[in-house]
């Protein structure tokens, strides 16, 4: 089983500011199926990159994901007042087993 | 647009029995594979069960191997998770999403793991 860390674990930033979230693999997995959501208090969590780069449908430019193998990145170029969330990377294409990280919160300082 | 909405949570004592529901609207519900993931109180997400498009194939956690199983019923666009012998570590926020399944030029089926629509969430509650 392919174990995801995240880091860090909170991440404290002021509108406007930069941010960069880690994911990390305990072993490098196929065709870099590594996927983020955002999850805000009380909702579901939203699909944001898929394929470790791709925007999911409507999701703005501001987002970005890069990495491969083993380490992978979420950038949010300029913080607005609704990306205040926790962000999860996932690992899919190991069917049927595949994970989840635990998650890096992104608040405003 | 697409809906997933879940219903039949609550609370129950251990060794228990619970059914949840999913109802599924604004696209071909026969056509994807479904699962249920949940969320354990300030813990991350955890992958429990996928059933594919047709039903003729099912996967568990190990941790619900044996004790839940999921099913779906195409000509009500619904989606089930029968949970029995609860236990307190499965008390969760319980999700259904959407795979970004597809069938490819030969008909076969692929389930990607890559949830693309999630319901709301239903909340289990185990304890005594």
């Known amino acids: 089983e392919i174990v995801l860390t995240q880091s860090p674990g909170t991440l404290s930033l002021s509108p406007g500011e930069r941010a960069t979230l880690s994911c990390r693999a305990s072993q490098s997995f196929s065709n870099n199926y590594l996927a983020w959501y955002q999850q805000k208090p009380g909702q579901a969590p939203r699909l944001f990159i898929y394929g470790a780069s791709s925007r999911a449908a409507g999701i703005p430019d501001r987002f970005s994901g890069s990495g491969s193998e083993t380490d992978f990145t979420l950038t949010i170029s300029r913080l607005e007042p609704e990306d205040f969330a926790v962000y999860y990377c996932?690992?899919?294409?190991?069917?049927?087993?595949?994970?989840f990280g635990p998650g890096t919160r992104v608040d405003i300082k | 647009q697409v809906q997933l909405v879940e219903s039949g949570g609550g609370v129950v004592q251990p060794g228990g029995s619970l059914r949840l529901s999913c109802a599924a609207s604004?696209?071909?519900?026969?056509?994807?594979?479904l699962h249920w993931v949940r969320q354990a109180p300030g813990k991350r997400l955890e992958w429990v069960a996928v059933?594919?498009?047709?039903?003729?194939?099912?996967y568990y956690a190990d941790s619900v191997k044996g004790r839940f199983t999921i099913s779906r019923d195409n000509s009500k666009n619904t989606l089930y998770l029968q949970m029995n012998s609860l236990r307190v570590e499965d008390t969760a926020v319980y999700y259904c999403?959407?795979?970004?399944?597809?069938?490819?030029?030969?008909?076969?089926?692929?389930?990607?793991?890559?949830?693309?629509?999630w319901g709301q969430g239903t909340l289990v509650t185990v304890s005594s």
């Open positions: 059933v594919w498009y047709d039903g003729s194939k099912k």
């Open positions: 996932q690992q899919y294409g190991s069917s049927p087993l595949f994970t």
């Open positions: 604004g696209f071909t519900f026969r056509s994807y594979g």
């Open positions: 999403a959407r795979d970004t399944s597809y069938f490819d030029s030969s008909g076969r089926f692929y389930v990607t793991e890559l949830f693309d629509y």
